[in-house]
C-alpha cells in the first residue's frame, strides 16, 4: 500500500514509518497540513494517517477540508484526546477510523489493513439498491426516483449500513460501534441522524423505507 503519514512528532512518524515499511508498504511523511496537501495533490495514496494536532490548520480541519474536496481515501486519526465527544468530532470531520495515542504497532497496523479492505470492498460493489433509492459508494451520491439527494457523511455512512443490512434490524448501540467505532449510552445522537436521514429520503417519498421497531432499533425495508 501506499501511505501516507502527517505527523510532526519525528519519533513517532520515524516509528510508524519504519514498521510499515518492515511490512513492504510505501511510505511519505507529511510535518504539516500544507505539505500533506500538496502530496495528496500530486500523489495517489491508499491511507492517509493524520496526526489532529499539526502545524497548519489541524487534523480535524484537514480532514474535513479533503473530504469537502472530494477525497475519498480512508483516513485514519490519531490523537491523544479520547473523550467521546473527541471520537464523535474526528468521524464527523470524515474520518473512518480513530486511534489514541500512545498505540501499539500492531493495532495501527490491524486497522490500516481493515480500512483497505473495507475500501477495496466497498469498490467492488459500488452500487446499492432498495425500491428507487440508490447509493453510490464510489461518487458517494444517493438519488431517490433519479433526484441526488444530498447528505452528510454520517448520514451516508448509516445509509449504507442499513443496505448492507436490507430487512435486518440494528440496535442503536450496533449502529454506534459500525459508524463511530465505539458504543455509547446516554444520547440521542443516532436518532438525531436517523430523523435527519428520514427527512431526506423518505418524507417526500413512497415507500417509507426507514422504519422503527420501538425497543430493539431501526430497520431499511420496503413497506409491507
Known sequence: MKILLVEDDPKISSFVKLGLEDNDHHVSVAYDSAMAEKL???????????????????GLELCKKLRNNDVK?????????????DKIAGFDCGADDYLVKPFNFKELYARIKALDRRHTETVITPTQKIADLELDTISKKVKRKGKEIKLTAKEFAILELLLNNKGKV??????????????????????????????????????????????????????E
Open 40 to 58: 495528496i495533490a500530486c500523489k495517489e495514496f491508499d491511507i492517509l494517517i493524520l496526526d489532529v494536532i499539526i502545524p497548519g490548520i489541524n
Open 73 to 85: 481515501t480512508p483516513i485514519l486519526m490519531l490523537t491523544s484526546l479520547d473523550t467521546v465527544e
Open 170 to 223: 440494528l440496535e442503536r448501540m450496533e449502529i454506534a460501534q459500525k459508524i463511530w467505532g465505539f458504543s455509547f449510552t446516554g444520547t440521542n445522537l443516532i436518532d438525531v441522524h436517523i430523523n435527519s436521514l428520514r427527512n431526506k429520503i423518505d418524507k417526500d417519498f413512497s415507500p417509507k423505507l426507514i422504519h422503527t421497531l420501538v425497543g430493539f432499533g431501526y430497520v431499511l425495508r420496503e413497506e
